[in-house]
């Protein structure tokens, strides 16, 4: 597997989207790794895992092309992680598509309830898109992949989910938004015992020590370590901290170095790396 990412910033984008602060200032003059978009991922080109509103800009820069994603993955209904509306572009004269496969979207319930609105208005007979519920630490196929949704610490009203992805026998676990792993999740991840081979971290708060809701580098290296010590990941694990807000002061390239010491890469917009 390979998983790219395609928009690493929290909800306000970084620069922020109304921000004049001196992080987002240095931000922009930077430019390059620095300009962050809204969280979105994908994996083998094929699995998309959420559907923000900054989905048509990767299409434009990242060379997104939505006509091969077949499952879409949403972690929760906040705006920077699912832009409803935006499925509506996949039906009638809005797009004209080569071949007649099914889009398939896994969320849970407050997701399910902006998304299925739009797509009883506006869908297609042939290949429909297709809406399913999902719930936490229930497994289920998405094409090639074995996923289970894992509890989130994060506004707990949105019912959101993190998830572990596998394929022949490598595992991925996509990790934001959180906080410190719920007892559930950590309970789930040691009965199942499955290695990691690539663990992406919510990194928010950056150098803040956030704990509940999304994390910081502080909380982010004491759950790699903690993986460490559960046997479920080891020395070829790959760590990423992903999810950015300016908030948490780092540009990219300040940023590195002091991932770099704590085991971690730093995911930017555009940046692929195998599992
Ligand atoms: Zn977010
Ligand atoms: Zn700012
Ligand atoms: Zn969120």
Redesign the pocket.
Request: glycine share 0%; no cysteine; charged share 20%.
């Given at each position: 597997m390979e998983i790219k990412y395609l928009g690493t910033a929290a909800a306000e984008g970084w620069p922020g989207l109304f921000c004049s602060c001196d992080h987002c200032r240095r931000a922009r003059l930077a430019g390059g790794a620095s300009i962050r978009t809204r969280s979105q991922a994908i994996v083998d080109e094929s699995l998309l895992i959420d559907f923000p509103p900054d989905t048509y800009l990767h299409v434009l820069q990242q060379g997104l092309d939505l006509t091969r994603v077949t499952h879409c993955l949403i972690t929760?209904d906040?705006s920077?992680?699912l832009y409803a509306g935006d499925f509506a572009m996949r039906s009638g004269a809005f797009a004209h598509r080569q071949t007649q496969e099914e889009l398939t979207v896994f969320a849970t319930l407050p997701a399910c309830e902006k998304i299925w609105p739009v797509l009883s208005k506006h869908n297609d007979s042939e290949g429909p898109t297709v809406c399913c519920q999902i719930r936490p630490f229930e497994p289920f196929a998405a094409g090639r992949y074995q996923v289970v949704p894992l509890k989130a610490d994060?506004?707990q009203e949105?019912e959101?989910v993190i998830y572990l992805i596998s394929r022949e026998g490598r595992t991925l676990l996509y990790g934001n938004?959180t906080g410190w792993f719920p007892q559930e999740t950590w309970q789930y991840l040691k009965e199942e015992g499955h290695l990691l081979n690539l663990v992406s971290l919510d990194c928010t708060a950056l150098q803040l020590d956030w704990r509940r809701g999304h994390m910081g580098l502080a909380a982010c290296a004491e759950v790699r370590q903690k993986l460490i010590e559960m046997r479920l990941a080891d020395d070829q694990t790959h760590f990423v901290i992903n999810h950015f807000s300016h908030n948490g002061g780092l540009i990219h390239d300040e940023l590195v170095p002091v991932a770099a010491e704590l085991g971690f890469s730093v995911a930017y917009d555009g940046l692929t790396v195998p599992v």
């Open positions: 929760h906040h920077d992680h994060h506004a949105s959101p938004d």
